[in-house]
């Protein structure tokens, strides 16, 4: 069974500009969620998808967004770059036990 | 106050050792508590995965929970080195929505 795949692994943007970052979840899972991790913050949540309606919402601001597709593939958007959007962002399925499954990541480098 | 603490470490230990790591947490409608481990560039993985209080073993690997001092705890017996990684607590209640600590680093030196 493929696990969640996020494309792409690095990316490097300068300030200002915007990013969108793909996520596809485990075959059958309908919740697909969003994460922001640093060293100082670890973990932050962004946002939930389930069967393409944003269902939570993390304290981010609106230059981060997210939509999910009726194939349960997940993208999120950062627009108008900043450095400190600097982070590997992690998605994560869910079926229908409580526990996620994560992709490794995108790792952002914003200069 | 955050909702879920964690001590970042890192911690140190040589092999064979056992390793207690720690979560406190301050939302009594916590649930279901998880254990993570996350390799370096790599997304964290479901390691332990218990509902409300008491033990529960999976070979090296034992989660508790205590309710009544939110407070939950991973042992892992005769450590390893392949065991250093980040370990992360996290926990949900019923609005779904996943709360995490910020990670212990732990180095199992052979």
């Known amino acids: 069974k493929a696990g969640v795949t996020q494309t792409p692994r690095y990316l490097i943007k300068t300030r200002g500009q915007q990013v969108t970052l793909s996520c596809s979840p485990i075959s059958g899972h309908r919740s697909v969620s969003w994460y922001q991790q640093t060293p100082g913050q670890g973990l932050q949540f962004l946002f939930e998808?389930?069967?393409?309606?944003?269902?939570n919402k993390g304290n981010f601001p609106g230059r981060f967004s997210g939509r999910q597709f009726s194939n349960s593939r997940s993208e999120m958007n950062v627009s108008t770059l900043e450095l400190g959007d600097s982070a590997l962002y992690l998605c994560?399925?869910?079926?229908?036990?409580?526990?996620?499954?994560f992709g490794s990541g995108t790792r952002l480098t914003v200069v | 106050q955050k909702e879920v603490e964690q001590d970042p470490g890192p911690l140190s230990v040589p092999e064979g050792a056992i390793v207690s790591l720690n979560c406190t947490y301050s939302?009594?409608?916590?649930?279901?508590f998880m254990w993570y481990r996350q390799y370096s560039r790599k997304g964290p993985e479901l390691l332990m995965y218990t509902y409300s209080s008491g033990n529960k073993e999976d070979g090296r690997f034992t989660a508790q929970v205590d309710k009544s001092s939110k407070y939950i705890s991973l042992f892992i017996r005769d450590s390893q080195p392949s065991d250093s990684a980040t370990y992360l607590c996290a926990m949900i209640h019923t609005g779904n929505q996943f709360y995490f600590g910020t990670g212990t680093s732990l180095t199992v030196i052979p």
């Open positions: 998808y389930f069967s393409e309606t944003q269902r």
């Open positions: 939302n009594s409608a916590f649930q279901y």
């Open positions: 994560a399925s869910r079926g229908t036990n409580y526990g996620y499954t």
